[in-house]
């Protein structure tokens, strides 16, 4: 099983739609996940942190099963600026690494 | 606040000729710093990892270097660059917590 492993995509939906993707990690030890957006040809940036059971920031809600390792990030009115390749991202080691999935492009048509 | 900067933005070497990026991280002091690749349409791999000064470690093995001669100062370089060395350089930082925060990155092209 790969350390972090995400919804291939890409997505494409339509403005005002809700998008939901799922990742999945390997280390049941991880206590802290992100997840992180990156715009085509520039550096991520972090969108969301969560620590327990989920975190909610306007539009967008992340949820956590640890029992299942399963991660996700809900986006609701999908706006055209959201598109973006998505990152889930799990702490790796004891200098606070980061294993970074293998991201999923969301593209919000008009 | 917090800044990290990053040069230069995009750079174009020939096959065998050497490589210096630099990342300074302003606003915080003792940051764990990180030099990442990303290949073209692939995801980020961590190169190096710097926990203080001096101290460096290798993720992968590969033809690159770094080092931090300094507490905000963070150096990936290389005496021969190979073909398979383009990418997007990004450095990180961190502190007490696991978020890592990132500079604008370099696009390395090796002709």
């Known amino acids: 099983r790969k350390e972090v492993e995400q919804d291939p995509g890409p997505f494409n939906v339509p403005e005002g739609a809700t998008v939901a993707f799922n990742c999945t990690y390997s280390n049941s030890a991880s206590q802290s996940f992100f997840w992180y957006r990156q715009d085509c040809r520039k550096e991520p940036k972090l969108l969301m942190s969560?620590?327990?059971s989920g975190n909610e920031d306007g539009r967008f809600t992340a949820q956590l099963n640890r029992a299942s390792q399963y991660i996700s990030l809900l986006i609701r009115d999908s706006k055209l600026s959201d598109s973006a390749t998505y990152l889930c991202v799990v702490p790796s080691g004891s200098a606070r690494q980061l294993t970074f999935g293998s991201g999923t492009q969301l593209t919000v048509l008009p | 606040s917090q800044t990290i900067h990053q040069w230069p933005a995009t750079l174009v070497q020939p096959v065998g000729s050497p490589l210096s990026l630099e990342c300074t991280v302003e606003?915080?002091?003792?940051?764990?710093l990180y030099w990442y690749r990303q290949a073209a349409g692939r995801g980020l791999q961590l190169l190096f990892y710097s926990v203080g000064i001096g101290q460096i470690s290798s993720e992968v093995p590969q033809n690159l270097s770094a080092s931090r001669p300094q507490d905000r100062q963070f150096i990936l370089s290389s005496k021969k660059l190979l073909l398979s060395d383009s990418g997007f350089y990004l450095c990180?930082?961190?502190?007490?917590?696991?978020?890592?925060?990132f500079g604008p990155g370099t696009r390395l092209t090796v002709l």
């Open positions: 990180a930082w961190s502190t007490f917590y696991d978020e890592q925060f």
């Open positions: 969560v620590y327990s």
């Open positions: 606003g915080t002091s003792n940051p764990n």
